[in-house]
């Protein structure tokens, strides 16, 4: 591990810290996609929704990804480049929060659904400020490592949640039925403070403030997490950063009509947006969402299944962290591909065990269903789970970086939305049937990826420029960024930086 948090041969204790306190920003949307799951099933909040139907239940699960999707396509990007990415994220966390006090407050399924789109849209912001912070703030070389963390907060959250609806699913007397899945909805507020505490005073994306002229500000954020002792020792990096910038400023990659216009930023969205769409398509969202459920159709009792619901919550942890080590090793390529492998391994296991033995007829097979849910975890776990957020955070020029972002991410709330209402109808009315539906996402998701997809580890943000094309661009000065720092560039000046 130590070659893993040091830059330079020293310990790196404020990059580690930042990603840590910022990663939190991701739990709420994990302990949203947790706690769903277990409230579904619980007895006090059927009585509350009058015992909502497969089709209502879609819906509410589905429409805070309509929310996310605003957030992503519309928003993020303008309040990330606004703002910057530190209160970029308490702007999202603050909107969630105000989403799930009404989802907390909820009487019938109208509140339930007002409060899941307000959370929605602040998920979009926050999901997108994560991501692009970690991948702007990282070394080249572990970019990989601590771009994990945001999956890791995503899956601690659905872990805490997962292990609080087991707990508050004990409270059956009193009034326990009906603030049982009440409480463990406002649990939430807990890493939501502790976030928008913390945020303000991590260092700033150095990216952003040399994009906004915040020249030394950006050298003082980059030396402190870099951990070196003076500015010279991190002027490369910052010339790097600087004459990127400059280049995409002058060429004037802002307006987001470009990005489909310009063929190397169009390579770029479209490989962004499709693997962020598979990554929900690969059926992650339906097992995550419905997972108690998915645990009862394969032969569990209800308490069982949130017990064993907890436990998968806490192998994602572990596997995730597990991911972090290897991500920058095997390359994204790799991860995504044998990742998608397994899932659609898994998809068939389970799918044709319970096609073969239905209604739970069979035990040895319903062990089988429960053992293959859980390897379904490992294998989104090393490969979509991290790494989709890592790639489409990592392969967009500097200054259109949270626009490009946001807009790939809608994928994902797309993705969340067909997944979200399609998963408890197909389920319904054709059964086990419906896991052969996503193993074909995934098969196709890994064939993709190998055929068409750069790899991208070890390169900085600044050298994947090459990786999808040269921008369609004629300027007088066609200087390249690497050519604007060799050559001296007046706006590239060694010490004023």
């Known amino acids: 591990m130590a070659e893993v948090i040091y830059t330079s041969g020293r310990f790196n204790p404020w990059l580690v810290f930042s990603c840590m306190v910022f990663s939190m920003g991701s739990i709420g949307w994990g302990y949203d996609i947790g706690i769903l799951s277990t409230i579904y099933v619980q007895p006090g909040f059927k009585k509350t929704m009058n015992h909502p139907s497969s089709t209502q ?22 309040v990330n480049n606004k703002l910057g990415r530190r209160y970029a994220g308490c702007v999202g966390v603050l909107i969630m929060c105000i989403g799930a006090a009404i989802q907390t407050a909820a009487y019938n399924i109208a509140m339930m659904i007002v409060g899941r789109i307000i959370a929605g ?49 004990f409270w059956k007397t009193g009034r326990g039925v009906d603030l049982e899945w009440r409480l463990s909805g406002a649990m939430q507020f807990i890493p939501a403070i502790a976030f928008m505490a913390g945020a303000p005073f991590l260092p700033e994306s150095p990216r952003w403030l040399v994009e906004h002229d915040r020249a030394d500000a950006a050298a003082q954020a980059l030396r402190k997490l870099r951990g070196a002792p003076n500015v010279s020792e991190i002027q490369a990096e910052l ?100 990742g998608a492998v397994i899932m659609a391994f898994c998809l068939l296991i389970n799918g044709a065990l319970q096609e073969a033995y239905p209604h739970q007829s069979n035990q040895s097979a319903n062990y089988a269903c429960i053992f293959f849910i859980f390897f379904f975890t490992v294998g989104y776990s090393m490969g979509f789970g991290p790494c989709v957020w890592i790639y489409a955070s990592e392969v967009f020029p500097a200054n259109c970086r949270s626009k490009g972002l946001g807009i790939a991410a809608s994928g994902a709330s797309i993705g969340s939305i067909i997944v979200g209402q399609v998963w408890p109808i197909a389920v319904a009315h054709i059964g086990a049937k419906t896991y052969f539906i996503f193993m074909s996402f995934n098969i196709f998701a890994a064939v993709l990826i190998y055929t068409m997809f750069p790899e991208t580890k070890n390169k900085t943000l600044e050298e994947l ?32 930086i």
């Not at 239940?57 to 303008?78: D, E, K, N, W």
């Not at 070394?139 to 945001?150: E, L």
């Not at 192998?315 to 390359?331: E, L, N, P, S, Y």
């Not at 066609?478 to 050559?487: D, V």
């Open 465 to 496: 420029d090459s990786h999808f094309g040269k921008l369609n661009v004629h300027f007088d000065d066609e200087a390249t960024p690497k050519q604007m720092l060799a050559e001296g560039h007046e706006h590239v000046e060694r010490g004023k």
């Open 239 to 338: 010339d790097e950063i600087h004459a990127n910038i400059l280049w995409h400023k002058e060429h004037s990659i802002t307006s987001a009509r470009v990005f489909l216009t310009e063929p190397a930023l169009r390579s770029r969205l479209w490989r962004a947006w499709s693997v962020s769409l598979l990554q929900q398509l690969s059926g992650a969202s339906g097992i995550r969402y419905y997972l108690p459920s998915n645990f009862v159709a394969a032969g569990t009792s209800t308490s069982l299944s949130l017990l064993a619901s907890g436990i998968d919550g806490t192998v994602q942890v572990g596997c995730t962290i597990g991911a972090m080590f290897f991500i920058d090793r095997i390359g994204r390529r790799h991860s995504l591909g044998i």
């Open 57 to 78: 239940t879609g819906a509410i699960t589905s429409v805070f990804y309509a929310g996310q999707f605003v957030g992503f396509a519309f928003l993020a990007g303008t």
């Open 121 to 169: 849209v602040g998920c979009g912001i926050v999901s997108t400020a994560v991501p692009l912070y970690l991948s702007e703030i990282s070394p080249a070389k572990h970019r990989g490592f601590y771009g994990a963390f945001n999956q890791v907060g995503i899956v601690f959250g659905i872990c805490l949640a997962f292990w609080i609806g087991y707990s508050f699913s």
